[in-house]
């Protein structure tokens, strides 16, 4: 149980800003978050979520981690099992994946390539969930989680695909996917061993790619700076801007609020939404696809201030105005994402993701109500006299 397993955990986390005082800092800052048409669409989208739910309550996907977001969709609308409109579907979804979790604590049933990403996105809902309800089961389940996730990683602080502690980790996909569960983690209660962010920040760092920056040798953090550049996926000359956005969620959640890594990139995610331009016919196409709007929406809420506030009302208007709409059941209220994942899963995907965007605002979730954990402050940005490696 977590009352006897709370400190498997070292402490690190040991100073957190009250709920009190992160609600009032983070609390609703006015109309223009929320209008009645993205009420609306965030409405349909969860009736369609709910719909298509099916009794095993895993929307027929053996990916736990798709399971994971088509619950954290309606977590951030408020609902929790035993409360609200749609708590019985929280609590069928939360069911599945505690029925599906590992002896070994992992949170995988597909392919083992798939290991890490199942795992990260369904430890970090789990750690939202537990931190909403009083669902005693969630807490056995979680601990294990963590703990595998403590365990797998890599000597380089990243992570494998597979569940496995290996010499590198592979890319800042899944480091971002292993920091939002971690910190998850902390806003449920929960300790973290304070070597787990320390080496998870290097290795995050590691992945930012200052523009025509050489490997080597290593640039100096003042010259970084002088620099445009932004996180990578593997920290070479592969960006995107899910992993711009991924960089700046990953620090965040680390605490490491002044790093001047993070400017760098709310540039790089603001030209995006500047530049795209939704086709607002109802095609279900959202303005990124789903894997890219999850970490955007988180990006701007978490930096806030002027980010959040000239940012969020055009990613949500791009949002509703893709939603499907009519009279055919199996599409009304809809998004689809083709990039990575088809058919309904595709749906399951891009809906709840739509759906988590819209419903930031609300505040509900843990995550979002958060303040700023002053003890990850001594894991700060290395001095200008050191050398940082651009990879």
């Not at 609590?91 to 049933?109: K, T, Y």
């Not at 320390?198 to 790619?209: P, T």
């Not at 969020?312 to 939603?323: E, F, K, M, N």
Request: with cysteine.
């Amino acid at each position: 149980m977590i009352a006897a397993n709370r400190h498997f955990l070292a402490l690190a986390f040991a100073t957190v800003v009250a709920t009190t005082a992160a609600s009032s800092a983070r609390g609703f800052e006015g109309d223009w978050e929320i209008t009645p048409e993205s009420e609306a669409a965030l409405s349909r989208g969860l009736e369609w979520l709910a719909r298509h739910q099916g009794k095993d309550g895993n929307w027929d996907s053996e990916n736990l981690g798709l399971v994971a977001v088509g619950a954290l969709a309606f977590l951030a609308d408020g609902h929790t099992p035993g409360r609200g409109k749609y708590g019985p579907v929280v609590e069928r979804a939360l069911d599945h994946i505690v029925r599906q979790a590992q002896p070994s604590g992992l949170l995988n049933v597909a392919a083992e390539k798939r290991d890490m990403y199942n795992h990260g996105l369904s430890a970090f809902v789990l750690g939202q969930a537990h931190g909403m309800s009083a669902d005693a089961r969630l807490g056995p389940v979680l601990d294990r989680a963590l703990k595998l996730i403590a365990n797998t990683q890599c000597d380089d602080g990243g992570w494998e695909y597979v569940a496995q502690r290996r010499p590198k980790g592979h890319d800042l996909s899944l480091a971002v996917m292993q920091a939002l569960a971690l910190r998850s983690a902390v806003d449920s209660g929960l300790e973290v061993p304070p070597e787990v962010i320390e080496l998870a920040i290097r290795s995050v760092r590691r992945h930012y790619r200052p523009e025509g920056g050489t490997r080597k040798p290593p640039l100096d953090e003042q010259a970084m700076q002088k620099l445009p550049g932004q996180f990578t996926y593997t920290g070479g000359s592969d960006a995107t801007l899910a992993m711009a956005a991924a960089g700046v969620v990953c620090l965040q959640e680390f605490g490491q609020y002044d790093d001047w890594r993070i400017g760098k990139n709310m540039e790089v995610i603001a030209r995006a939404i500047a530049a795209a331009k939704p086709s607002g016919n109802g095609d279900g196409k959202l303005p990124f696809d789903a894997y890219t709007a999850y970490y955007v929406g988180q990006a701007i809420y978490q930096v806030g201030g002027k980010s959040w506030r000239d940012l969020y009302p055009a990613l949500r208007d791009g949002i509703v105005g893709s939603q499907r709409r009519g009279n055919d059941t199996e599409r009304d209220g809809s998004w689809i994402d083709t990039k990575r994942v088809g058919g309904r899963e595709g749906e399951l995907y891009a809906t709840s993701v739509a759906c988590f965007v819209l419903a930031i605002p609300n505040r509900y979730l843990p995550i979002l109500q958060e303040g700023r954990i002053d003890s990850l402050r001594k894991f700060q940005t290395p001095s200008r006299s050191q050398p940082a490696t651009s990879n």
